[in-house]
């Protein structure tokens, strides 16, 4: 059976579509373009983030990928920045040794080399480091230790947004003023909320206004996702028809997720006995309720805090772009809902209209709240 990849980022030839990202992103990275990546949860940021370095690394680029999201503290994250550039000269490995006990690091010779030239790599060792010195010290190295090979980094934040647990403004004005003048560096933000991207990129008093290109990234294309879905039915003996292919991705619109956890469960199906005969969409459907049950609650939850939220995203749902002549706008206000919506990555923004970005809440939000 073929593997589907569900969760974890994809690969290489596992990643479908995103050609032409990829390579406008990486194309303005080597003019030396920052490039923000905003999309919704699950929509293959990280995945084409990944790719996107792993094609420039062939190049001989340094690269770097910090989420920030798993980095508890501004400790761990100075370190995974200093672990990561140091990786690109296979020195990761070691540098991670660093501890209170010093004398093994030193047997290696090209990292004792190298903290002569960078000396704030001891500052790792000592028991109570001030982490705003390494911090300020890591980001300086993004840039000083490619120089010194003269080489070009390209280094990813994914999950960028979450800076601003560690400490809000002096963080982020921090960054900015290290790597605006780094001339050896190039960065990829991402992140999925755009209202906090937004805050930090879009509007013209936020720190980073004018400093990195922005990417929104959609769907994936049609017909990228027909050919991978034919192709993977196909190899596993399934019998389809196109209209059963244009059933899925109309339910999906090419949400990469839901089109991977679709094929998953038919796959899943068919080697479990289920399903044999006719497959059918519905069915796989009822199924990824259950199976992302919890996802899906969630999302509601944070939502439903909010009279005004709950009105107007149900209004979305039922009533698309004449939500309004719903809405009574006494009690609430849709336009500050919907761009609350639209800043946490709920809803999509389209020809005038909105519609929610992920299929299956929408469709979890039809069967469990409107109809029940
Ligand atoms: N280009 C793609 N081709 C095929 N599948 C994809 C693609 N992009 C994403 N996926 C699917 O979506 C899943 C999530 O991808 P990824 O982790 O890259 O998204 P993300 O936007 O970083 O998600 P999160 O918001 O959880 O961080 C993958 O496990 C894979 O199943
Ligand atoms: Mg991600």
């Given amino acids: 059976m073929t593997q589907i990849q569900v969760g974890k980022p994809v690969k290489g030839s596992?990643?479908?579509?995103?050609e032409k990202e990829v390579l406008t992103i990486s194309k303005l990275l080597l003019q030396g373009q920052s490039v923000v990546l905003i999309a919704p949860r699950r929509f293959g940021k990280t995945s084409l983030t990944l790719e996107i370095l792993n094609r420039l690394k062939k190049q001989d680029i340094y690269t770097a990928y910090i989420d920030v999201f798993?980095?508890?503290?501004?400790?761990?994250?100075?370190?995974?920045?200093?672990?990561?550039?140091l990786n690109n000269r296979k020195l990761?490995?070691?540098?991670?040794k660093i501890t209170g006990n010093i004398v093994e690091v030193?047997?290696?010779?090209?990292?004792?080399?190298?903290?002569?030239s960078f000396e704030f790599i001891l500052k790792y060792s000592s028991p109570n480091p001030n982490v705003w010195e390494l911090f300020s010290d890591?980001?300086?190295f993004i840039n000083s230790y490619p120089k010194?090979?003269?080489?070009?980094?390209i280094c990813a934040f994914d999950e960028f947004g979450d800076i601003k647990k560690f400490d809000?403004?002096?963080i982020v004005k921090m960054v900015r003023s290290k790597i605006q003048f780094q001339d050896h560096a190039a960065f990829i933000f991402s992140g999925s909320y755009e209202s906090v991207m937004e805050t930090f990129f879009v509007k013209q008093n936020s720190p980073f206004f004018r400093f990195a290109r922005i990417i929104h990234l959609g769907y994936i294309g049609r017909d990228e996702f027909k050919n991978y879905i034919s192709a993977t039915l196909s190899d596993n003996e399934i019998l389809f028809n196109e209209k059963f292919i244009n059933e899925i991705l109309d339910f999906t619109k090419g949400h990469p997720y839901y089109t991977q956890l679709v094929l998953q469960q038919i796959l899943l199906n068919k080697s479990t006995g289920l399903n044999q005969k006719n497959v059918s969409l519905f069915d796989i459907l009822q199924q990824l309720l259950i199976v992302e049950n919890?996802?899906?609650e969630k999302q509601w939850e944070d939502i439903s805090k909010s009279r005004e939220l709950v009105q107007t995203l149900i209004a979305v749902v039922k009533y698309g772009k004449s939500l309004y002549s719903h809405l009574d706008t006494k009690k609430i206000n849709p336009g500050r809902a919907l761009k609350k919506l639209t800043g946490s990555g709920l809803l999509f923004r389209e020809n005038k209209g909105y519609h929610l970005s992920d299929p299956l809440f929408e469709l979890w939000v039809k069967e469990k709240i409107i109809n029940s």
Avoid: A, H, W
């Fill in 168 to 170: 809000g403004d002096k």
């Fill in 70 to 85: 798993v980095t508890p503290d501004l400790e761990s994250f100075s370190r995974k920045i200093t672990e990561d550039v």
């Fill in 14 to 18: 596992q990643l479908i579509g995103r």
């Fill in 148 to 153: 010194k090979y003269d080489r070009k980094i």
């Fill in 92 to 96: 990761g490995k070691v540098f991670k």
């Fill in 106 to 116: 030193f047997r290696n010779i090209e990292l004792k080399q190298t903290i002569e």
């Fill in 294 to 296: 919890n996802y899906l």
């Fill in 138 to 140: 890591s980001l300086d």
